[in-house]
């Protein structure tokens, strides 16, 4: 049985569906390694756990392996050992269907007059201006209240993850529309505990074959429920991996 750390209440990255079944995209990557252990993708028991739990549960050995939106970053590889990338994240920005902005552009253009709302923190006035140079920013406690003034038109866009605004633009399309922008892009990948280089190879390779390889219709079907975007599947042929990786995550490198 694989043990794996994972959230709860995140889609579309891991949460419990209507059924009460563990649902999102890094719970289908598990599934998706689960088989290429055991030939099987219900050998795999999910560790709930808080994000500042990732690191302790490996190295304590409560769980083989993390998938849980982990951001890689160079503190982190110093306690960890990453896999290779599964996903681009950035941050998007969240429309109203209802706003008089049609996309990023007009947002830009409207200058001062655009208010953004976006999770509190102390470099949330410059990641906006990152983006939108003028807009007003409204700091809230919690991504949600970013949203919710979004839906109270309090505020005329809401700085969240990209993926974040790819899901709700999903699941409601009468409501939300995505600007076409982000930035601010980082890779999350799975993460292990540190010495076991065997293990992380497996891992890799597993991960290779599904964004490439013959699991990639397992990958592409999945990638395309959570993030409503159907990827191009990879030329016969064409080796080049980093290019393998731009196609699968929703911001392309440049």
Request: hydrophobic fraction near 45%; charge should be neutral; glycine fraction near 8%.
């Amino acid at each position: 049985m694989l043990i794996v750390g994972t959230g709860n209440g995140n889609p579309p990255w891991h949460f419990q569906d209507e059924k009460g079944e563990f649902a999102g995209f890094d719970i289908s990557l598990a599934r998706i390694l689960a088989k290429g252990l055991f030939n099987d993708p219900t050998k795999v028991q999910f560790v709930v756990q808080a994000a500042d739990a990732r690191i302790p549960s490996l190295l304590t050995d409560k769980v083989d392996i993390n998938f849980q939106f982990m951001t890689i970053t160079a503190l982190r590889a110093q306690q960890v050992q990453f896999s290779i990338p599964y996903y681009r994240e950035g941050v998007g920005l969240l429309m109203n269907n209802a706003s008089p902005f049609k996309d990023y552009n007009t947002l830009l253009a409207a200058g001062t007059r655009v208010k953004v709302s976006v999770l509190q923190n102390v470099t949330a006035d410059d990641m906006v201006h990152a983006a939108l140079p003028k807009a007003q920013v409204l700091q809230l406690d919690s991504e949600a209240n970013a949203i919710q003034a979004v839906d109270s038109k309090r505020a005329d866009a809401g700085a969240v993850d990209a993926s974040t605004v790819r899901w709700l633009t999903i699941k409601f399309p009468g409501k939300y529309k995505d600007s076409g922008f982000g930035w601010f892009a980082n890779w999350y990948a799975a993460s292990v505990k540190p010495g076991d280089d065997i293990w992380l190879t497996f891992v890799n390779t597993v991960l290779l074959d599904a964004m490439g390889g013959l699991e990639w219709p397992t990958y592409k079907a999945e990638y395309a429920k959570y993030f409503g975007i159907t990827l191009a599947d990879p030329p016969v042929g064409f080796p080049d991996a980093l290019r393998l990786y731009q196609s699968t995550g929703h911001l392309r490198l440049q």
